[in-house]
C-alpha cells in the first residue's frame, strides 16, 4: 500500500459498530439528490485496476452503476497532499457521497466534512476509526485477522510445507493478517511450518517482491502467501522460477500467478456499498462504522485453482471453505485476537 493506501486492519468479529444520533439537531435525516440515484465520487490513492484494494472501491461502484443504483466518478492515484482539494471539489459540486478511499485520507475526510458540513463522507481506517463516525461521515475498515485466517486454511488445504510470507510495508494490519494466517495454516495443517514473513516496505515494487520471494524460496518456502498489490507480478514470476505455488495473489495479475497461484480472499465492497447508497437516499446514512467480515459476506475465497507446484491440493477445497467460513460466521471457530509485539 501506497502511503495513501488501505488494505486491512485489526479488528474485531463483529460486522458493524453503530453509534444512534440525534438526526433532528444535526441534520443526518436529509435524502440524497431527493430521492434520486446517488451521485457517488471515490479518490482513490492508487490505480482503480491495480487488482487490490483500489480495485475493491472501484468494482464495487462499478457494479452498483451497472444495475442503475448509483452514478459515480472516480479519481486515481491522488496523494495525501492533494485529497483535501478533491474531495472538497467533490464535496461542493453536488455528489451525494464522497468516499476517502485510503488509510492517509482519513483525517482529511473528517476535516472537509467539518467545513462542507452538507455533504455526506465515508473514512477508510484502522479499528480505532469505527468508534470516530459523526452525522456526516461514516467510517469502514476490514477483519485482516479473519482475512488471514482464511487465506491460511486455504495454505493449509495444500498440505505444502514450509509456507513463506511477502508483503509491501510492516503496518499493524498486515502483521494482524499473518498472525491470523498462521492460526488458520495450523487449522488445516497442524504439521504445517510457517517462515517468518518478509516485508519489502513498498506495496508497489514487483523488483524487491521478486527477491523476497526468491529469499523465501531459499529458506525452503514451498508456497509464499502474499496480497494481491501492485508487487504482485515480482512474486508470481519468482515463484514461477522456482518450481513453487503462491496464495494470496489475484489471477489475473499476470500469466505466471495465473499458472502458480491457488486462490485468494477478496474484500467485496459492493454488499457495503450496497447499503451506504440505500440509507443515503431515506436520509439515513451517518453515525455508523462498518466493517468487512465472513459474515456480511464481504470477506469471500475466489479463484480456487488446482496447480502444477500444489499436487496435494483437495478436490473439495471449495466446499471445505464454505464450511470454514460458516464455522467463522456461527462462531464455532474462533480466531485468537493479534496484539502488538507479538
Known amino acids: 500500500m501506497k502511503g495513501t493506501k488501505l488494505r486491512g486492519v485489526v479488528v474485531v468479529l463483529a460486522a458493524v459498530v453503530a453509534v444512534q444520533l440525534a438526526a433532528c439537531s444535526t441534520g443526518v435525516d436529509k435524502p440524497a439528490s ?3 440515484i446517488p451521485k457517488v465520487a471515490i479518490v482513490l490513492g492508487g490505480n482503480a485496476n491495480d487488482r487490490g484494494f483500489n480495485q475493491v472501491a472501484a ?8 444495475r442503475g443504483e448509483i452514478s459515480f466518478q472516480l479519481s486515481e492515484n491522488v496523494t495525501n497532499a492533494e485529497a483535501e482539494a478533491k474531495l472538497r471539489q467533490y464535496a461542493t459540486s453536488g455528489y451525494d457521497l464522497v468516499i476517502g478511499w485510503g488509510l492517509g485520507f482519513s483525517d482529511t475526510v473528517f476535516k472537509v466534512a467539518k467545513q462542507v458540513p452538507s455533504a455526506r463522507f465515508v473514512a477508510t481506517g484502522g479499528a480505532d476509526i469505527l468508534d470516530k463516525a459523526t452525522a456526516s461521515v461514516e467510517t469502514w475498515t476490514y477483519d485482516a485477522l479473519q482475512l488471514g485466517y482464511l487465506l491460511g486454511f486455504i495454505a493449509g488445504s495444500t498440505q505444502l510445507s514450509p509456507v513463506g510470507v511477502v508483503d509491501g510495508e510492516q503496518v499493524p494490519f498486515l502483521q494482524a ?3 491470523g494466517f498462521g492460526q488458520g495454516l ?4 497442524p504439521s504445517a511450518r510457517q517462515i517468518p514473513p518478509v516485508y519489502t516496505g513498498s506495496f508497489e515494487d514487483a523488483a524487491r ?3 523476497a520471494t526468491a529469499a523465501q524460496i531459499a529458506a525452503g518456502a514451498k508456497l509464499v502467501a502474499t496480497n494481491a498489490e501492485g508487487y504482485s507480478p515480482g512474486v508470481a514470476s519468482a515463484a514461477q522460477s522456482g518450481g513453487i505455488a503462491t496464495v494470496g495473489l489475484a489471477k489475473s495479475s499476470s500469466a505466471a500467478a ?9 474484500t467485496d465492497l459492493t454488499p457495503i456499498l450496497t447499503d451506504w447508497t440505500a440509507r443515503l437516499k431515506v436520509g439515513r446514512f451517518g453515525g455508523k462504522g462498518t466493517t468487512s467480515t465472513i459474515a456480511n459476506k464481504s470477506l469471500v475465497p475466489a479463484d480456487i485453482t488446482k496447480v502444477a507446484a500444489a499436487p496435494g491440493m483437495p478436490a473439495d477445497l471449495d466446499q471445505r471453505i464454505a464450511d470454514l467460513a460458516e464455522r467463522l460466521r456461527s462462531g464455532a471457530v474462533t480466531i485468537t485476537p493479534w496484539q502488538p509485539g507479538r
Open 34 to 36: 431527493g430521492g434520486a
Open 59 to 66: 468494482d464495487a461502484a462499478q457494479e452498483l452503476q451497472k
Open 177 to 179: 493478517q499473518w498472525f
Open 186 to 189: 495450523t487449522a488445516a495443517n
Open 209 to 211: 517482491a521478486s527477491q
Open 258 to 266: 495465473a499458472s502458480v497461484n491457488i486462490g485468494q480472499v477478496k
